[in-house]
């Protein structure tokens, strides 16, 4: 397994629309483990591809308490959304130390396929339907700051390219 780097916004490359995985084959089935040992290290809870800068539709993440219980979903799509919504504090890998409020739908259903290539379908709430629908942007090229006011877009952009510019990620 190999630590991934993962793209800082403004990066462009973190805007592009992911395709979908033809098969889940060894090449797809490295990339999972590989996505896996980078958000770990990153003490994250959730990654898309798009974020390590392969542009395919693939996501890991991890809300369980010891971070060990992965869900790998490959080609996800969202089957059903709860009409309620909640407002939660995000925070992306690719946005370190930046954190606000976003509004999604409290409840998902999800159906992908896993690390095998045998499809799932499960329903998520709380921190994993919040993760779900965040990665999903992500492969869509949305990033979470997006869903925040120009002003605050703006701030933040510019804090990242200050950051970049001094060298440091986060």
Known sequence: MALLQILCYPDPRLHTVARP???????????????????YSADGVGLAATQVDVHERVIVIDTAPNLKRPHVLINPELV??????????????????????????????????????????????GLLAVCVQHEMDHLLGKVFVEYLSPLKRDRIRTKMLKRLRDGRRS
């Open 21 to 39: 995985v033809d098969a889940v084959d060894a090449r797809v089935r490295r990339l999972v483990d590989d996505m896996l040992e980078t958000m």
């Open 80 to 125: 059903a959304r709860s009409q309620e919504l909640a407002v939660t504090d995000e925070g992306c890998l690719s946005v370190p130390e930046i954190y606000d409020k976003v509004q999604r739908h409290a409840q998902v259903t999800v159906r992908a396929l896993n690390r095998a290539g045998e499809t799932v379908e499960y329903e998520a709430s």
